[in-house]
């Protein structure tokens, strides 16, 4: 590993680098995947490659996709996960929603069935329960950053690989590597680090060290940078109009920690970048019936079609020239996912995994059809476009690292230890001590925090939200009525519609409360495409104005927020709807624990990076 010696700290508030971290006593230790193989591994490396057909060969480059919970063997899920793998010869699984005993059983029964081990992944950037139920949902990377400690990097990314691997997960898709300079990025935002590069880069160093060293794959997404944008890549193909120079500086400096750090994996983005890759992009395709009802399909979003270039993982001026021969990186080249309105709304799966190839990617995640995707770079090996050398290039790339996680000689895993292992008191309590440490008073104009409430404390939340669930901040919620059972709640989202009565019911219930706390549970997720307050919004902050009723605004999300609710007085970023999140802000605002956070990020107009207002315990 490149130790962490020797960075400039650039900012009053840097990130205290500490000494890495000791592996768990149960856990190998792997240090940089782009280490020298033993002369056993580099052996199983050589004779498995040599043994493999051509298909198996074209297999090892596609990675399909599953839900894991529970499915018979008959039916079609799992048919479908059986075929792609005994016939298709797929090498790799990427797990989404799922179900902790489920996974652990199903990898294992998928690695028996994989002639080679497989690379099992999953989208673990927030801890495994982003992805897998009833365990540990960490607070974002934005508020890992605002605790300005990089030490909670590491032992985030050490801890969520140790869960991972136990469930059979060998293969993180984080940590996130974007910086977020631009405010109204509605798919990174509070996934990123923040907005200075030398902090990020620190910051994804410590994950990636963590993680690899507990025994996980690392991934750092999205390349060469998402964080600019206001476009979602899930709905469209954004446009990141920046020169080589700009990218030198700004958002490669992560990706080239990523890489000094040994991190095994690096993740396309579905970017257009003109001013590095001219070739223009064809318009959007005609879509069957049952993409446009897709997900990724219902809310697309077209670029101005001038500026609309080659997506980046299409291009191989991007992930050759940039990425191989600039930067040096000699580690797995993955996509992001194919099925995204970025890439699959302007090409078919065929087209779009073969040029994905071409470019440099050594896999191709999760394309919308895998056997035509399959076929297509069949039919393009046999006919010279994809020449067998390129070829065996990404196999000996896969196959590495697979000997690298030491798939080689042990692919299942012990279902003994997955109760063990995942979701432990331990992990708790590093999220806990994360969320908690993330707490960033920005604002306090009338000295309000921390705010003393007795058991005959009436308060009024305001909770405003974008999610479908209404109930989105009930840990909050019960965090405030341990204290007081007067917590009245009234949700506004964009389903509200407010007449005279509604506002004549809230004007009265400002008069009647003690505190009113505005929660804003507004986050950047995949596929949303925009952030901002509901509709009716506006027009209750303008009451609030008018109201003497003391107010404490909380975002649960992006913090930018702030922007909008110039009027508040009181201003406290939590960042996230996690748990963790929301009970942190709970006793943060009751004085139970110290606020000292910072943000990572600017605020245009109103506060720079690096501020935040201490206030001890009570």
């Known amino acids: 590993m490149v130790a962490l010696l020797g960075l400039a700290v650039l900012t009053a508030w840097a990130p205290r680098f500490d000494r890495p971290l000791q592996a768990q006593p149960r856990a190998r230790s792997f240090a940089a995947f782009n280490r020298k193989l033993s002369k056993t591994e580099q052996s199983w490396v050589e004779r498995t490659l040599a043994s493999l057909?051509?298909?198996?060969?074209?297999?090892?480059?596609?990675?399909?996709?599953?839900?894991?919970?529970?499915?018979?063997?008959?039916?079609?899920?799992?048919?479908?996960?059986?075929?792609?793998?005994?016939?298709?010869?797929?090498?790799?699984?990427?797990?989404?929603?799922?179900?902790?005993?489920?996974?652990?059983?199903?990898?294992?029964?998928?690695?028996?069935?994989?002639?080679?081990?497989?690379?099992?992944?999953?989208?673990?950037?927030?801890?495994?329960?982003?992805?897998?139920?009833?365990?540990?949902?960490?607070?974002?990377?934005?508020?890992?950053?605002?605790?300005?400690d990089t030490q909670w990097a590491r032992k985030q990314g050490e801890s969520t690989a140790i869960e991972a691997r136990a469930i059979g997960v060998n293969w993180l898709y984080a940590p996130v590597a974007d910086i977020n300079n631009n405010p109204d990025n509605p798919v990174i935002n509070t996934r990123s680090f923040g907005e200075d590069p030398q902090t990020v880069s620190a910051f994804v160093r410590a994950f990636i060290e963590g993680a690899q060293r507990a025994g996980a794959l690392a991934t750092a997404k999205h390349f060469p940078g998402h964080g600019d944008t206001a476009t979602d890549s899930h709905i469209g193909l954004p446009v990141v109009d920046v020169s080589r120079e700009r990218l030198d500086r700004i958002e490669l400096a992560p990706f080239r920690a990523a890489i000094e750090s040994g991190v095994g994996a690096i993740m396309s983005a579905h970017i257009a970048l003109p001013q590095i890759e001219p070739e223009f992009s064809p318009p959007v395709r005609k879509l069957t019936d049952k993409e446009r009802d897709s997900s990724e399909f219902l809310s697309l979003t077209e670029s101005d079609a001038s500026r609309v270039t080659l997506p980046g993982t299409l291009s191989a001026r991007v992930m050759t020239t940039l990425l191989r021969n600039d930067l040096g990186f000699r580690g797995l080249v993955t996509t992001d996912a194919m099925s995204m309105a970025g890439v699959a709304a302007r090409f078919d799966p065929g087209a779009s995994a073969v040029r994905a190839i071409k470019a440099g990617a050594d896999i191709v995640l999760k394309p919308t059809d895998v056997d035509v995707a399959i076929a297509a770079i069949k039919a393009a090996v046999h006919g010279g476009e994809i020449t067998r050398r390129r070829l065996d290039d990404s196999v000996r790339r896969i196959l590495h690292a697979k000997a690298a996680l030491g798939l080689n000689t042990r692919r299942l895993i012990d279902l003994d230890e997955v109760d063990r292992l995942v979701a432990s008191a331990k992990s708790l309590t590093i999220a806990r001590?994360?969320?908690?440490?993330?707490?960033?008073?920005?604002?306090?104009?009338?000295?309000?925090?921390?705010?003393?409430?007795?058991?005959?404390?009436?308060?009024?939340?305001?909770?405003?939200?974008?999610?479908?669930?209404?109930?989105?901040?009930?840990?909050?919620?019960?965090?405030?009525?341990?204290?007081?059972?007067?917590?009245?709640?009234?949700?506004?989202?964009?389903?509200?519609?407010?007449?005279?009565?509604?506002?004549?019911?809230?004007?009265?219930?400002?008069?009647?409360?003690?505190?009113?706390?505005?929660?804003?549970?507004?986050?950047?997720?995949?596929?949303?495409?925009?952030?901002?307050?509901?509709?009716?919004?506006e027009a209750v902050l303008q009451e609030l104005k008018a109201s003497t009723t003391p107010m404490i605004a909380i975002s649960f999300g992006s913090p930018y927020l702030l922007?909008?609710?110039?009027?508040?007085?009181?201003?406290?970023?939590?960042?996230?709807?996690?748990?963790?999140?929301?009970?942190?802000?709970?006793?943060?605002?009751?004085?139970?624990?110290?606020?000292?956070?910072?943000?990572?990020?600017?605020?245009?107009?109103?506060?720079?990076?690096?501020?935040?207002?201490?206030?001890p315990p009570k």
């Open 53 to 148: 057909s051509i298909d198996e060969k074209i297999g090892q480059l596609v990675a399909t996709d599953a839900n894991a919970i529970f499915m018979n063997r008959d039916s079609e899920a799992y048919q479908r996960l059986r075929r792609h793998i005994v016939e298709k010869k797929v090498g790799s699984v990427i797990l989404f929603r799922s179900d902790v005993w489920a996974s652990a059983i199903l990898i294992n029964r998928l690695q028996q069935l994989a002639r080679v081990p497989l690379l099992v992944s999953s989208d673990l950037e927030m801890g495994p329960g982003m992805r897998f139920d009833n365990t540990v949902w960490w607070a974002p990377n934005m508020a890992v950053a605002a605790t300005g």
């Open 433 to 537: 001590e994360i969320a908690d440490r993330s707490m960033t008073l920005v604002r306090d104009e009338k000295k309000l925090l921390p705010f003393a409430i007795g058991a005959q404390t009436k308060i009024l939340t305001l909770t405003m939200t974008d999610d479908e669930d209404r109930a989105v901040l009930l840990p909050f919620l019960q965090e405030l009525r341990r204290r007081t059972l007067r917590v009245e709640n009234v949700v506004i989202d964009n389903r509200s519609r407010f007449v005279e009565s509604d506002w004549a019911r809230l004007r009265l219930q400002f008069r009647n409360s003690d505190l009113v706390i505005l929660s804003v549970a507004i986050r950047a997720r995949s596929g949303k495409g925009s952030l901002g307050l509901p509709l009716v919004g």
């Open 563 to 615: 922007q909008a609710m110039t009027g508040v007085s009181a201003y406290l970023a939590a960042y996230s709807v996690v748990p963790v999140s929301q009970r942190a802000a709970g006793r943060a605002m009751l004085g139970e624990i110290e606020i000292n956070g910072h943000l990572p990020v600017s605020l245009p107009g109103l506060y720079a990076i690096g501020h935040g207002l201490r206030v």
